[in-house]
């Protein structure tokens, strides 16, 4: 059977709000009722006819792989053979509650995940038997497990948080994870497990149809499903969480479920629920949880319909609906220049895109851009000169990535580097100066509201950068811990307002909630320059006194970035003040100028023009030592605060960040 490829989405699961008109929700339902029970029995593949790859019986299949790899995969094996299968004890399990820590579990957790995908490789390519007693003590340990997802999503369960019980199994993202990881165990090396002792694979399939299988069709009340978010007309919608537990839920109904009437309820059921996932998804295709999770989003959307194609045989296929295309195609439209990404809400400024994902995406929807996107991105990283990367999904995803790595680096790599970008739905805008071009200036900014998934309240934000390098940032995430998604979200400072190119209106920063906004939002663009204008008062609660708050961010093409504001209180309070973020280092002159210098690269160095007679400037150091958001921005960022020196009402003035 020919396929196009095959692939089966860490983060926490919230819930935010956006209301979408119902019309746009029917008309986005593709899934579930074009293909209902009676024509999935016509069109599924029977468990025994469906063979996306070769497996370890199959050995002429992985020839193709270029040997070099395979000599790859079998050296992380046998790093792997003398490694540990650490114990996962319940006082570590229970750091989450008592003092928030996730990382000390998730460590453990999630490094037995990775040894076991490692002995697997390894044994499918050397074919000799010598990992497989290792991979059976895996699977063992794993299956006696008593949770296969992680402290931090114990929510889920009716007991909450500390832990696990074991009569009440709920699937988040790790053990739906954990599943699929088994499952494509089972896929591959089945008949060689069962010579040690049939019981091996026999477990699997029982610990995957008790933990995974039978409560997903046991449950409709878990949020990240999508359905109790329908009955309220998707008021709130489901994020990342849906396409990727329901990725991992459909490889594991394909390669595990014994029964053919089961199994298609199954199949039928994710795919309910992935239309849950679409129908609200912004029509533009923009990803609000920023491109870090468009892997986890509308990649693992892809994963779901490449499996639901391949198990068709082709039948089901959406690849033409313009909500698939537009989901695609938002990851080169959110790139700035490697390893810088469009970073706006939780997501990191550096992105390494997964190559695989993103080629056969845009194979999958007939996007040229995309494939040599992907191009681009292997070639950057010498992707394929080894093993293939990836922490979660080292099967599940690397499988196809094997069967398509000859076809990615045989492709000619292109840059896509858009001159405009407009999503109309999230309100996010970007220009450059030149199309085809990382010189000189680069803006991106955004209205939106404040309840946004893994929002930040950063209503009006904007970041700027120069020849590719950043000037004006966004400070990103740091690590997860229990205080991240919790009603104490808003005290870590990198949510804040204040920590974003914002103002801070009467002391007041912006509040989260949907009825935050912007308003009166208009974005035009033409040779000359591209603007977004639009009023940010509503993001602000009423103490902060503010009527209206006109900002107006243009890019000057190849000279400079302006942001003109006129503002209106019904009270002053005190001076408001302008906050940037930069991890240049600023050098405050006189006269109205901010040198902010690049020590890396002096002739990326520019200047903040401010005017001396309405503000006050100062800067800070933010010290980072938080390991998530070093990686982006080193040890450290700096704030620039100006501030106001006028006690009117009202007032208009304009910053422009421009090369001298």
């Known amino acids: 059977m020919k396929i196009n490829s095959l692939i089966p989405c860490l983060f926490l699961f919230v819930t935010f709000s956006l209301t979408i008109a119902s019309e746009k929700q029917k008309d986005r339902t593709l899934l579930a009722p074009t293909w209902p029970l009676g024509k999935l029995e016509q069109i599924i593949l029977p468990r025994e006819e469906w063979h996306p790859y070769p497996t370890f019986s199959q050995p002429d299949g992985f020839e193709q792989i270029p040997e070099h790899i395979r000599v790859a995969y079998i050296q992380e094996g046998e790093k792997a053979f003398n490694g540990e299968w650490p114990s996962l004890p319940a006082s570590i399990f229970l750091d989450f509650v008592r003092n928030g820590n996730r990382t000390r579990f998730e460590h453990l ?46 929510g889920g369960q009716k007991a909450g948080h500390g832990l696990p019980d074991v009569t009440d199994p709920y699937v988040d993202l790790f053990s739906a994870e ?26 699997i399939v029982y610990e995957t149809e008790r933990r995974i299988l039978t409560p997903y069709l046991e449950h409709d009340d878990w949020g990240w499903m999508g359905f109790k978010s329908r009955k309220g007309g998707y008021k709130n919608r489901v994020n990342n969480w849906n396409p990727w537990i329901n990725s991992n839920v459909i490889a594991c109904t394909l390669i595990l479920e014994h029964d053919p009437e089961r199994r298609l309820k199954l199949l039928h059921k994710v795919m309910d629920s992935v239309d849950n996932f679409m129908a609200p998804y912004p029509g533009d295709g923009g990803c609000d949880e920023g491109p870090s999770y468009w892997g986890r989003a509308g990649g693992s959307l892809f994963d779901c319909l490449e499996l639901l194609y391949s198990a068709s045989d082709g039948a089901i296929n ?38 695989s994902l993103v080629f056969r995406y845009g194979k999958a929807i007939g996007d040229r851009t995309m494939m040599q996107f992907a191009a681009f991105e292997a070639k950057q990283y010498d992707w394929g000169d080894g093993t293939l990367g990836g922490s979660f999904g080292k099967l599940n995803r690397v499988l196809p990535a094997l069967f398509s790595v000859k076809e990615i680096l045989s492709t000619t790599p292109a840059e896509p580097l858009l001159r405009d970008v407009w999503l109309p739905d999230i309100q996010v805008m970007t220009a450059r100066s030149k199309k085809g071009s990382k010189a000189s200036f680069y803006v991106a900014a955004k209205g939106g509201h404040n309840n946004e998934s893994h929002n930040h309240n950063d209503v009006g934000n904007y970041v700027v950068y120069f020849n590719g390098r950043p000037i004006l940032v966004d400070a990103g995430s740091q690590t997860y811990t229990r205080k991240t998604f919790s009603s104490h979200r808003y005290e870590l400072w990198n949510n804040q307002s204040a920590y974003h190119n914002l103002p801070t209106i009467n002391g007041v920063m912006q509040h989260n909630g949907s009825q935050f906004k912007a308003r009166n939002v208009k974005y035009s663009a033409n040779n000359r320059r591209a603007q977004l204008t639009l009023d940010i008062a509503k993001a602000y609660p009423e103490k902060a006194q503010v009527k209206t708050w006109r900002r107006n961010i243009i890019l000057n093409r190849g000279k400079n970035v302006q942001v003109a504001e006129k503002y209106r209180l019904k009270k002053f309070i005190e001076p408001f003040t302008l906050n940037f973020l ?23 160095s520019v200047y903040l023009i401010y005017d001396a007679r309405l503000f006050t400037p100062s800067v800070e150091t933010i010290e980072i030592t938080d390991k998530r958001m070093s990686k982006s921005w080193r040890n450290a960022l700096q704030r620039i605060v100006l501030k106001s020196k006028e006690k009117a009402l009202g007032g208009q003035f304009k910053i422009t960040i421009v090369k001298k």
């Open 178 to 203: 954990t599943g699929v990881l088994l499952a494509w165990t089972y896929y591959l090396l089945a008949p060689q497990l069962d010579q040690i002792n049939p019981l091996i694979a026999k477990r």
């Open 318 to 355: 959406i690849y033409n609906a313009h909500l698939t295309q537009e989901i695609g195609k938002y990851i080169y439209r959110a790139y700035i220049s490697t390893p810088y990404f469009l970073n706006f809400a939780d997501a990191p400024a550096k992105v390494h895109i997964q190559p």
């Open 582 to 604: 930069t991890p240049l280092k600023p050098i405050v002159e006189e006269g109205g100028k901010i040198k902010l210098q690049n020590e890396d690269q002096p002739n990326a």
């Open 109 to 154: 957790s999630f490094s037995r995940r990775g040894r076991m995908a490692d002995l697997v490789l390894a044994e499918v390519f050397e074919r000799k038997g010598r990992f497989l007693d290792e991979i059976m003590n895996g699977i063992w340990a794993i299956c006696e497990e008593s949770f296969w997802g992680v402290p931090a999503h114990l």
